[in-house]
């Protein structure tokens, strides 16, 4: 291994390991290797979360009361006031010019940190209390005495990603060591042509301006561009898989007449709403089209979608071709069985399940059925995408709760029915309404259609929000509304398995919450619980009994957030539930409101954080989910509403969907005129951006053969 300290290596590159490289050094290489940084490239790639602005030091003699100042000394004594109302952490420091006092209200626990012989940096508004110089509430941070920073001048500093080991000036120094090495060595995938339409810096002065920004305008210009990036490559990508699927495949063509109209509908006890009708038109005509189907249906909690995918996966028996039905969990697959077994009875369709659960004689039975086309319509889990799962023709794929699942299982679902003639149609449902950023975002290869509007008999909720104090008075409530003939669902975050009751600042679970039920507010009432940890004959018999109205209440977790549905139950109870998602808890409201009775949600929950208090208090001000999500998203965001890693969502590390709505528009323009004109991206100058764009998200679009 060359010597670090002989000078630059010849021939670097953004992939040479960090140890090589002038002014890193072993020690520090081995160091940044502990955050992944091991080479070149992703040093300069390891962005500031932030930007601070600091003063220029100076030593405590020279600093000025009424202004924001910065000076480092070394602590030579502390203590703790711990006086109500406001308890304060004190320090006094000294420089050999002089004496500072600083102070810190609220924030006693410094004492364990902050020690006599340390050596701060302080930056903060210098104030003369008593004749004496003091700062209250600085910014600090333990330095060495020496081989710390050096004394910085006024500047915009950038605040890393660190660790306990590896403190932010740290990674600083090694980056303003490598920076000039590095920039000459990033091309830019851009002409300048191109950049100077949109107004973009080169992506080496981005970098740049970011590691070692002059003002704030710079960091602006540089955030703007890497998310221009960020956001013109996830949207390259969803063309580009439009494009190759759209091209390069074909789907079966399903036959559409009056007679096979006429002859499903027969199957539905009910008229389908406007929107669910126009959601159908839209479905029809892609099954109906040899160009692969890759729509989303989005509605709703209750607003139709699964009539939706029963009258097309109908579409394609009636063709003499399989469907398959793809669920996230046991149970809501089994309830999809149910619901289509009984919808389909007296009918010559042969409906399969098929769970990862199941008996080995029993999978294998059914297996055999679906290789052979004896199954017409198939509904599983994601036991449908392993190997051993065959299909004699599959025209459609249909996945629930598209969110729950991502880009490369639509795909594997997809490739079970290409025979090398056809691939089949894929319909995608989600009963968690989508902000339009996050579906072009997230599902920008889809088609969407959405169902506006319930269907007819389905009424709003009540949603109330109480606090743990008042649990005895919703459960008086809960008793008179079953004592009125109603019932009620119960949900608590976890199983449990601990004994005794639920006591203050526990989390409730379903056996605490049952015993707890059963011996107090609810005696005497039959209570069933309901969770994931049953067997599936359980799970049946106890769903069984509660919509035969032979069990009051139901304690469950989250198992009943969708696809359960009976009318007679008219109040949910949500315990702890501020640790629930906003479009979770919109789903567990969903199972309310199915029938004549006034239904109402009541969530417990103490609110402990304002962003907990407003997701709750905008979940009582509306039912509409729409509404909810573009909310939900605007308070948490992208990465956080869908809890699982979706395309797209984990790869953007400067854009904000929210802040960057318009470059999110621009981005979407240009890839797709980009992709209209250079569909596989394999033009001479356009070499540098596919090999990028496909380490990006070449595998989570399936583009790995595309160029």
């Known amino acids: 291994m060359p010597d670090p300290a002989s000078g630059p290596v010849p021939n670097l590159t953004l992939l040479s390991p960090l140890e090589q490289v002038q002014g890193v050094g ?68 000294h420089d050999g010019t002089g004496r500072l006092d600083v102070v810190w209200f609220n924030q006693t626990f410094l004492a364990q940190r902050i020690h006599p012989g340390h050596h701060l940096r302080v930056q903060g508004a210098l104030r003369r209390v008593a004749n004496k110089l003091q700062l209250a509430n600085p910014r600090w941070e333990i330095i060495p005495e020496s081989g710390g920073p050096a004394p910085r001048e006024a500047r915009l500093r950038p605040i890393y990603p660190a660790s306990e080991q590896v403190k932010s000036w740290e990674i600083e120094a090694a980056v303003r060591a490598v920076l000039p090495s590095a920039l000459p060595l990033i091309e830019d995938h851009f002409r300048e042509a191109f950049r100077r339409e949109r107004s973009l810096p080169a992506l080496a002065e981005a970098y740049r301006m970011l590691h070692e920004p002059r003002d704030e305008d710079e960091v602006r210009a540089a955030r703007r561009r890497l998310a221009y990036d960020e956001l013109l490559f996830l ?16 789907a079966p063509a399903l036959k559409w007449t009056e007679a096979i109209d006429r002859h499903i509908r027969q199957r539905f006890p009910f008229t389908l709403t406007p929107g669910q009708e126009e959601a159908l038109a839209e479905v ?38 399989q469907a398959a039905l793809m669920a996230p969990t046991e149970l809501l697959a089994e309830q999809h069985f149910g619901l289509i077994t009984a919808s389909l009875e007296g009918s010559r369709v042969q409906v399969e399940l098929l769970t990862g659960s199941m008996p080995r004689a029993e999978r294998e039975s059914a297996l055999a059925r679906i290789a052979s086309g004896d199954a017409d319509l198939v509904v599983g889990t994601h036991a449908l995408l392993t190997e051993s799962v065959r299909f004699r023709s599959l025209a459609l794929a249909v996945i629930d709760e598209q969110h729950r699942f991502g880009v490369h299982q639509r795909a594997m679902l997809r490739q079970k029915g290409a025979d090398g003639d056809t691939t089949p149609h894929v319909l995608v449902m989600t009963a968690t309404p989508i902000p339009r950023t996050l579906a072009i975002t997230l599902f920008g290869d889809l088609d969407v259609s959405t169902i506006r509007g319930l269907p007819p008999g389905r009424r709003p909720v009540t949603t109330r929000v109480v606090a743990p104090e008042k649990r005895r008075e919703v459960y008086e409530f809960v008793r008179r509304r079953i004592e009125t003939g109603g019932q009620a669902y119960i949900v608590v975050p976890t199983i449990g398995d601990d004994p005794g009751g639920v006591g ?68 949910m109870v949500v315990e702890h539930a501020d640790r629930f998602g906003l479009a ?75 802040r960057d709505r318009d470059l999110l528009t621009l981005a979407r323009r240009d890839a797709r005129d980009w992709i209209d004109r250079s569909p596989r991206l394999d033009r001479m100058d356009e070499s540098l951006l596919r090999r990028r764009v496909l380490k990006a998200h070449g595998a989570e679009f399936g583009l790995g053969d595309v160029g």
Request: net charge positive; aromatic share 2%.
């Open 26 to 93: 072993l020690r520090r290489a081995e160091m940044l290797a502990t955050l992944g940084l091991t080479s070149l490239g992703r040093l300069v790639a390891h962005l500031p979360t932030r930007h601070e602005r600091h003063e220029e030091e100076r030593p405590i003699a020279e600093l000025t009361p009424g202004q924001i100042v910065s000076t480092r000394a070394e602590v030579t004594a502390t203590r703790v006031i711990d006086r109500r109302p406001r308890p304060r952490f004190e320090a006094v420091l």
């Open 584 to 658: 979770q808890l919109h789903q567990l409201r969903g199972r309310v409101g199915r029938g004549s009775r006034r239904s109402v949600c009541i969530l417990i929950a103490d609110g402990s954080t304002p962003e907990s208090q407003q997701r709750l208090r905008v979940l009582a001000e509306t039912n509409d989910g729409f509404v909810l999500a573009e909310r939900d998203l605007e308070i948490r965001g992208p990465g956080e509403v869908f809890g699982a890693r979706q395309s797209g969502a984990a790869a953007l590390r400067v854009a904000d969907l929210m």
């Open 504 to 571: 203050e600042g526990e989390i409730a679970d379903v056996r605490s919450v049952l015993r707890e039920l059963e011996a107090g507010p609810l005696a005497g009432m039959r209570l069933a619980a309901l969770h994931g940890r049953l067997k599936r004959s359980t799970r049946d018999h106890v769903m069984a009994r509660f919509r035969a109205g032979l069990v009051h209440a139901l304690v469950a977790t989250t198992v009943i957030e969708v696809g359960v549905d009976v009318p007679n139950a008219s109040v």
């Open 235 to 250: 949207q390259l990508a969803v063309f580009m898989k439009r494009r190759q699927l759209r091209s390069e495949s074909r």
């Open 284 to 321: 029809v005509r892609d099954l109906t089209s040899e160009t692969p189907a890759n729509r989303l249906i989005q509605g709703d909690v209750g607003s139709g979608k699964t009539v939706i995918a029963l009258y097309a996966m109908l579409l394609a028996v009636a063709g003499g071709r």
